[in-house]
T-cell receptor, first 113, second 114 residues
Framework: KQEVTQIPAALSVPEGENLVLNCSFT??????LQWFRQDPGKGLTSLLL?????REQTSGRLNASLDKSSGRSTLYIAASQPGDSATYLC????????????FGQGTTLQVKP | GAGVSQSPRYKVAKRGQDVALRCDPI?????LFWYQQALGQGPEFLTY????????KSGLPSDRFFAERPEGSVSTLKIQRTQQEDSAVYLC????????????FGQGTRLTVV
């Protein structure tokens, strides 16, 4: 059974810092891994999706990497801004290829001005 | 519509009351998923549909929970005889095809059972 873990649970950084959020998963037979952002009281916004054949994806200041063999993904945020403050969730589809997602518990990020 | 729409956004129910939560997926999206998110936790899978067929309901916590998507578009999650432990945010997501493709989420319905 796929399990997804995110470390740390919470992170506070000053504005401008580069930072890394970590995600690990137990079953390496995944089809893709997706990173989401969730603002308080809101739904999930998709940030990046990495297919199993890819090693990384980039969008603006965000870069997500995937290492299937070690069961790890990282989300790198460059030059953090107060507007980046949110909870970041990673999710894996396991090996079922149905689109059903297994989520980590999230990392709550606070970027201080 | 442009995105996944859920209604109501907030629902307060008295214990024992039945509730119905609605999800309008992105037009043309084949797959539709329901998740439950407790406070401070990541979302947990409840059930999913391919068009009108419910292919997996293994995440539904009890037989008080029922979901349908009769015409392969709008879906309704019904909870009968609500209990306090049902209090959570219920999220709906849709994706264009069956399989592991990008999922788009709605804003969720926050259910509070008092």
């Amino acid at each position: 059974k796929q399990e997804v873990t995110q470390i740390p649970a919470a992170l506070s950084v000053p504005e401008g810092e580069n930072l890394v959020l970590n995600c690990s998963f137990t079953d390496s037979a995944i089809y893709n891994l997706q990173w989401f952002r969730q603002d308080p009281g809101k739904g999930l916004t998709s940030l990046l999706l990495i297919q199993s054949s890819q090693r990384e994806q980039t969008s603006g200041r965000l870069n997500a990497s995937l290492d299937k063999s070690s069961g790890r993904s990282t989300l790198y945020i460059a030059a953090s801004q107060p507007g980046d403050s949110a909870t970041y969730l990673c999710a894996s589809d396991g090996s079922s290829n149905t689109g059903k997602l297994i989520f980590g518990q999230g990392t709550t990020l606070q970027v201080k001005p | 519509g442009a995105g996944v729409s859920q209604s109501p956004r907030y629902k307060v129910a008295k214990r024992g009351q039945d509730v119905a939560l609605r999800c309008d997926p992105i037009s043309g999206h084949v797959s539709l998923f329901w998740y439950q998110q407790a406070l401070g936790q990541g979302p947990e899978f409840l059930t999913y549909f391919q068009n009108e067929a419910q292919l997996d309901k293994s995440g539904l916590p009890s037989d008080r929970f029922f979901a349908e998507r009769p015409e392969g578009s709008v879906s309704t999650l019904k909870i009968q005889r609500t209990q306090q432990e049902d209090s959570a945010v219920y999220l709906c997501a849709s994706s264009l095809v069956l399989g592991s493709t990008e999922a788009f989420f709605g804003q969720g319905t926050r259910l509070t059972v008092v």
